[in-house]
């Protein structure tokens, strides 16, 4: 798979590299031993949004735990996972109907949240609602690209400008999930990218501009997570052939598309399976005295390469797939075809 290819390249690196890798731990240590974390979160509000499943559901139950006053923005606040949240929680946990994109209804979260808010306000907004697909450009429209960004993006600019004031006046966080593909040009993942490298444009230009309000803004960059949360959309094969065109069946192949899914759910089922990474570092995000612009969160063997690979030349960064036995085959069943 094209995660082995690139643990091949990690260990090279880190054979050649030790001090590297030791000055990582270092700080990984470091961090781990760094004081100043809220013991409970009395008096305080956090606002979370995706909290139906996900990582936005087990972090609104530890913020509950902790003390805060949690209000759980939930697509269906009548659904399942809602009503799990609601009967594992506290009484201080709040479901709220939340459709970030949806201007009425983040204006009504905001009512709701202002009317309900504890004596210290609100603390935090945790921008956590998202979805995630998986389709090689050609293999999307127009609308595939505008309901992604919407979501991702669109929906985290909404919430965020709507809840600044609040936070502001805490000197609180705000808190964005990204991902490693926001900076990772990954193969399939085309419009998952863009709405997340916007996401972390916003977020950074936010930071800037709240660092003179003393709000802290975070980002999260979590790696292969598909089997510690449903946020992976599953498909078939054919799901994919039929929604291409003529013109595109004429440049791809049920063959090809075949392989292609088959490697894309064999690579989810790779990842982590549970999600303690994540929700320990959005729970620092929020609670510690000095939160992480970032939070990159992979392996430690992957860590060397995601570090390096933002710094890495452009020819370099491309020619790192040539190394994924998927994008050989991709190229080889291309070429007959074409031919």
């Given at each position: 798979?094209?995660?082995?290819?690139?643990?091949?390249?990690?260990?090279?690196?880190?054979?050649?590299?030790?001090?590297?890798?030791?000055?990582?731990?270092?700080?990984?240590?470091?961090?781990?031993?760094?004081?100043?974390?809220?013991?409970?979160g009395?008096?305080?509000?956090?606002?979370?949004?995706?909290?139906?499943s996900?990582?936005?559901?087990?972090?609104?139950?530890?913020?509950?735990?902790?003390?805060?006053?949690?209000?759980?923005?939930?697509?269906?606040?009548?659904?399942?996972?809602?009503?799990?949240?609601?009967?594992?929680?506290?009484?201080?946990?709040?479901?709220?109907?939340?459709?970030?994109?949806?201007?009425?209804?983040?204006?009504?979260?905001?009512?709701?949240?202002?009317?309900?808010?504890?004596?210290?306000?609100?603390?935090?907004?945790?921008?956590?609602?998202?979805?995630?697909?998986?389709?090689?450009?050609?293999?999307?429209?127009?609308?595939?690209?505008?309901?992604?960004?919407?979501?991702?993006?669109?929906?985290?600019?909404?919430?965020?400008?709507?809840?600044?004031?609040?936070?502001?006046?805490?000197?609180?966080?705000?808190?964005?999930?990204?991902?490693?593909?926001?900076?990772?040009?990954?193969?399939?993942?085309?419009?998952?990218?863009?709405?997340?490298?916007?996401?972390?444009?916003?977020a950074?230009?936010?930071?800037?501009?709240?660092?003179?309000?003393?709000?802290?803004?975070?980002?999260?960059?979590?790696?292969?997570?598909?089997?510690a949360?449903?946020?992976?959309?599953?498909?078939?094969?054919?799901?994919?052939?039929?929604?291409?065109?003529?013109?595109?069946?004429?440049?791809?192949?049920?063959?090809?598309?075949?392989?292609?899914?088959?490697y894309?759910?064999?690579?989810?089922?790779?990842?982590?399976?549970?999600?303690?990474?994540?929700?320990?570092?959005?729970?620092?995000?929020?609670?510690?005295?000095?939160?992480?612009?970032?939070?990159?969160?992979?392996?430690?063997?992957?860590?060397?390469?995601?570090?390096?690979?933002?710094?890495?030349?452009t020819?370099?960064?491309?020619?790192?797939?040539t190394?994924?036995?998927?994008?050989?085959?991709?190229?080889?069943?291309?070429?007959?075809?074409?031919?």
């Amino acid at each position: 798979t094209f995660y082995s290819s690139i643990n091949r390249i990690i260990f090279l690196f880190c054979k050649y590299c030790s001090v590297g890798h030791l000055t990582f731990c270092s700080l990984k240590n470091l961090v781990c031993r760094q004081p100043g974390i809220m013991q409970d979160g009395y008096g305080y509000a956090v606002l979370i949004t995706g909290c139906d499943s996900g990582f936005g559901h087990q972090l609104a139950r530890c913020l509950d735990q902790r003390g805060f006053v949690v209000f759980a923005g939930c697509l269906c606040p009548e659904g399942a996972g809602a009503r799990s949240l609601q009967s594992l929680s506290s009484k201080n946990l709040r479901i709220l109907k939340l459709d970030v994109t949806s201007d009425e209804d983040v204006k009504q979260a905001k009512r709701v949240v202002q009317e309900n808010l504890p004596e210290k306000g609100l603390w935090a907004v945790v921008n956590n609602a998202g979805i995630s697909d998986w389709a090689e450009i050609e293999w999307s429209t127009i609308k595939d690209f505008h309901n992604m960004v919407d979501i991702n993006l669109f929906g985290c600019i909404r919430t965020s400008i709507a809840f600044l004031p609040l936070v502001r006046a805490t000197k609180g966080r705000m808190v964005f999930m990204s991902s490693i593909f926001s900076f990772f040009n990954c193969l399939n993942m085309g419009a998952y990218s863009v709405s997340k490298r916007g996401l972390e444009a916003f977020a950074d230009c936010l930071r800037v501009e709240m660092a003179s309000f003393d709000v802290k803004v975070s980002i999260i960059q979590p790696g292969n997570f598909g089997q510690a949360t449903n946020i992976v959309r599953m498909k078939t094969a054919y799901d994919i052939w039929e929604k291409l065109d003529d013109e595109r069946k004429q440049s791809f192949n049920q063959h090809y598309i075949k392989l292609a899914n088959e490697y894309f759910l064999s690579t989810c089922k790779s990842g982590f399976k549970n999600a303690d990474l994540v929700i320990n570092a959005m729970l620092h995000a929020v609670t510690s005295a000095k939160p992480k612009s970032r939070y990159l969160l992979v392996s430690t063997m992957d860590m060397c390469f995601f570090k390096l690979f933002p710094f890495l030349p452009t020819a370099v960064t491309d020619a790192v797939f040539t190394l994924s036995s998927m994008y050989t085959k991709r190229k080889q069943i291309m070429h007959t075809h074409s031919t």
